[in-house]
Each structure stands twice: as C-alpha cells, then as structure tokens.
C-alpha cells in the first residue's frame, strides 16, 4: 500500500494525516487514494498495452460513484452485476459500450433495461437466460451482443467461497453445452449476437497458472468454434488477480500480461478484463476508534466503533486484514488482544490473536488496511447500525464522497402498520 505510509511516526494516505480524517468526519470511515486507484488501473493498462484490451472496473468490489467516475474518465470501463450498479453507472455518464453485465439471475427488468441502454455485453450463465435475453431483445427490435460465461472446469486455490471455475459451481456453462450454443441454437436465436466468451474462474487469486490453463482452454475452445462456422471476435477473461492482505506475493499485472498475451498472439481476438480488487483492494482503509480496552483473564480485547457490518470479509471469509494504530510511539510493548465490534455476534471480528501495542487506549484510532475492496460495498444496517462514511484523498486534500448515514435513513422505507 505505497500511497499509505508512516511519515514521523504518524500514519499518512498521500499527504494527509488519518488521524485528522478520522477526527474530522468520524468513525468509522473509509479512507481511500486517488492516486492509487489510478496506478493499479495504469498498471494493467501498461502491461497489457500492446494488444489495448477494454478494462471494465468490476463495480461490486466498490461502487462508489466518485471511484467509478475517476476509473471512467482514466478511460476504463464498467463491470456490472445489478440493475442498481447499471444505474449508477449511467448517473456518471459512463459509455455504455464499455459497460459489460454479469450474474447468474438477470431479472426480465434488468435485462430489458440493460438492453435499452444500449450496453457491451451480457455475460450469459445459463440457456434459460440466453432464451430471455433473445425475447426481451426481439420485444425492443434490437440485436444484443452476448458473451457466453464459460466454466473451464479449473481449480484455484484461494477461498472455496470465491471460487467459481469448477463443475460444482453455480457460475458458467459447461463446454458441451457451450459448443450446442454456437453451432447450433444461435441459428434459432436472431435477436442476440454471440460473438463472445467469457471466463471468470475465482478472486484473490495469487499464482498465474490458474490463469495460463484457463485461457488456453478459452482460446483452444474458440479456435474450434470459429473453425465451424462461428463468430466469435472478443475474450473476456474476467478479474480475479490477487493483492497484499498479509504476506501474500501475488503476481504483479506485468507477470499476468507476459504469461497470457503469448496464447492470444497473432488470434485477433478483442480482450476484455475485469479487474476489481486489483484495483480497489490496497487503494483504501477503514479508520476505527477504540470505545473500550477489555482485559479478561485470558485475552485482552479492544472494542471498536467499527463491526462487521462495516467489513464483513474477517467474518466471513475468516479474512485477514493487517490492523495498525495511526500514530506509532518509540519502544511500545506489544500485547496479544481480539479487536471486535459491537455487533450482537460471537463471529463479529475484525481481527484475532494480533499483537498490538499494549498501551493503545480508549479513543485512539486504528488503520483497518487494504480495505478498499469488498468492503463498503458488503456492508449492512445489521443490528441497525448506520453505514460508514466514506472520504477520498488526493494529495493534500481530502472529500467527503459518502455522508454517514443517519437514524433517518435507517427507517426511511418503512411503513409502521396500523395492526
């Protein structure tokens, strides 16, 4: 996280001071860099430079409209899985043409909404779908490009929860299935143009092989394809790439451009990305003020304004997140203690067993780091606690990008029955 550094003894994102930010719009509050939301989207648009590949920014790792717009107006495009992130992408004007639609539950509404949008791609995950979307699509008298979402059957090693590229999954259609598709029921279909294949095999992913195999099968598959009479022009080959938690190495975007552009040389195939947490994941941090230091007789605990409302993936996904106070003093003790929320749940924990200075007390402030994926956008009103703000540093300036939210908005909805 090169955008967050300790400049004497006080934690800074670029040149602003966290406690500041912490102090000035409260806790907790997420806290993210400009300049780093643009050098991870610079660095795969580098590396993958000589073959101009869309990049469509995957809006469910952080939909913040701020963060979208910056992407956008560095050229990238969007990642869509909802009818919600559809329209907050056309509230900042994004080009519709570099706007690509995943999931595997499109309703008919979003479909046709999509459809009318004029959007890229609809990444399509099942038969059922591919039938909708062809209805929906005659019903407009239009004609909509479709990527067929394939699952090559890989194996990643990261979480089994975001693994997605196996036979057991619920993501993609099998390769059987997907030839039936191309050769034989887009004759039937006039209203979608399947020009595409998309792959998206897991997140947090660390090594390339995963990668090199599934792309070689893609390319092999549409190799085939073409060879039969198909049409297929574009390869999308999702997001997925790794980032620093802890003490992971994951391959830079250099190493996953040198190891995938040589199966697509000389294939003139168009190449899509979605990148998310590459982009978002080290760019941002979640501040948390210490309401209460704990000690039992067996652990210390530090009980903080934050919970997993907040930041869901240490619950969740028994994530880890490092966890650092903003301001560092000369030869503190470290003590071994549980920092919690207040959430009404033993699994309500944004970290264990860490080691902390042993004299951090009630009000001081904690950096949650690499914060800026996954975790605004997984956050709840659970217990009916108020949603985060969130603020967006660049240099020495910072902007409030997302009010917290009030008791108001909580029952804003609401209707009391008259019973």
């Known amino acids: 996280m090169h955008d967050f550094k300790l400049k004497k003894n006080r934690l800074f994102c670029e040149d602003v001071d966290l406690e500041k930010v912490a102090r000035d719009a409260g806790t907790p509050v997420f806290v993210y860099s400009r300049n780093a939301l643009l050098d991870r989207f610079n660095e795969i648009k580098h590396a993958f430079k000589e073959i101009d590949p869309l990049i469509c920014y995957s809006m469910k790792a952080n939909s913040n409209l701020s963060i979208c717009r910056l992407l956008v107006k560095a050229g990238a495009g969007l990642d869509i899985v909802s009818g919600g992130e559809l329209f907050r992408a056309k509230k900042i004007k994004a080009a519709s043409k570099k706007i690509v639609y995943a999931s595997v539950g499109k309703t008919d509404e979003e479909i046709r909404e999509a459809v009318k949008s004029g959007i890229l791609f609809f990444n399509v995950e099942s038969v059922a779908e591919l039938h909708g979307i062809n209805a929906i699509a005659k019903s407009l008298n239009k004609k909509q490009r479709v990527a067929i979402r394939v699952n090559p059957d890989v194996d ?51 090594t390339v092989s995963p990668f090199v195999q599934a792309v070689k099968k893609s390319v092999a598959l549409i190799d085939a394809l073409n060879n039969k009479g198909a049409c297929i022009t574009h390869l999308n080959i999702g997001g997925g790439l790794g980032i620093v938690y802890k003490d992971e190495k994951p391959q830079t975007a250099s190493q996953y451009a040198k190891a995938i552009l040589p199966i697509l040389k000389n294939k003139g195939l168009k190449l899509i990305m979605e990148p998310g947490r590459f982009i978002a994941g080290n760019a941002g941090v979640l501040l948390t003020k210490i309401i209460y230091v704990k000690d039992t007789q067996v652990k210390r605990f530090y009980i903080i304004d934050a919970a997993m409302n907040d930041l869901l993936r240490p619950s969740f996904y028994e994530a880890y997140h490092e966890i650092i106070p903003v301001k560092k003093t000369k030869g503190e003790k470290k003590k071994s203690a549980d920092i919690v929320g207040a959430v009404c749940e033993s699994g309500d924990f944004l970290a264990k067993q860490r080691r902390l200075p042993e004299n951090l007390k009630q009000n001081d402030i904690l950096a949650v780091m ?36 009030s008791y108001g908005d909580l029952r804003r909805n609401e209707i009391v029955a008259n019973v």
Do not use: P
């Open 370 to 405: 690499s914060a800026g994926a996954y975790g605004f956008s997984m956050s709840s009103n659970y217990n009916s606690r108020k949603r985060a703000a969130e603020v967006l540093v660049n240099g020495k300036k910072y902007q409030l990008i997302r009010k917290r939210e």
């Open 156 to 206: 990643v090693k990261t979480h089994h929860y975001i693994t997605t590229a196996k036979k057991q999954n619920k993501f993609g259609i099998d390769i059987k299935t997907t030839n039936n598709i191309f050769l034989k029921l887009a004759k039937k279909l006039k209203n979608v143009d399947m020009c595409c294949i998309h792959i998206h095999i897991g997140s947090q992913i660390e």
